[in-house]
């Protein structure tokens, strides 16, 4: 993941209901750290509050590396890696932090695609001038 392009993380820790019946965290969890990191980046870094009703994703792709455990520590981490004319790609990676035997590190990375398509719209659009600005101002291309 680029750190010349926009990223922001949030710290989570992993709860009893992001586990499932093998004790680390169920797969959907990471999603949830992934989408909260996005929140992010949109509402605060980026400043953009009308991201979120128009963004239907399209594609996500996960890579698991490691187990997280309950009461671990982690740090979900997304990056704008590419703005095209109506969709937008971003790479996250989710770090376990040091927890009882387990050293911590890189548990998860991926990327996630999403389409823009406003409200009224069937397919997808292209970005408004206020999303295109904000993400070229942060140097993605």
Request: proline content about 7%; aromatic content about 10%.
């Amino acid at each position: 993941m680029s750190r010349a392009n926009p990223r922001a993380s949030i710290e989570r820790t992993v709860e009893w209901v992001d586990t499932d019946a093998s004790g680390h965290q169920h797969n959907s969890a990471v999603m949830r750290w992934v989408e909260s990191a996005e929140a992010e980046l949109f509402l605060r870094t980026l400043q953009l509050p009308d991201y979120f009703p128009s963004v239907p994703r399209i594609h996500q792709e996960i890579h698991f590396k490691s187990k997280l455990w309950f009461g671990q520590g982690i740090t979900a981490t997304v990056g704008i890696s590419k703005l095209g004319r109506t969709s937008m790609t971003y790479a996250f990676e989710v770090h376990g932090h040091p927890h009882g035997q387990w050293p911590g590190g890189l548990a998860a990375f991926g990327a996630v695609t999403v389409a823009h398509v406003p409200p009224g719209f069937q397919k997808a659009q292209p970005w408004p001038a206020a999303v295109v600005d904000a993400v070229a101002s942060a140097g993605v291309e």
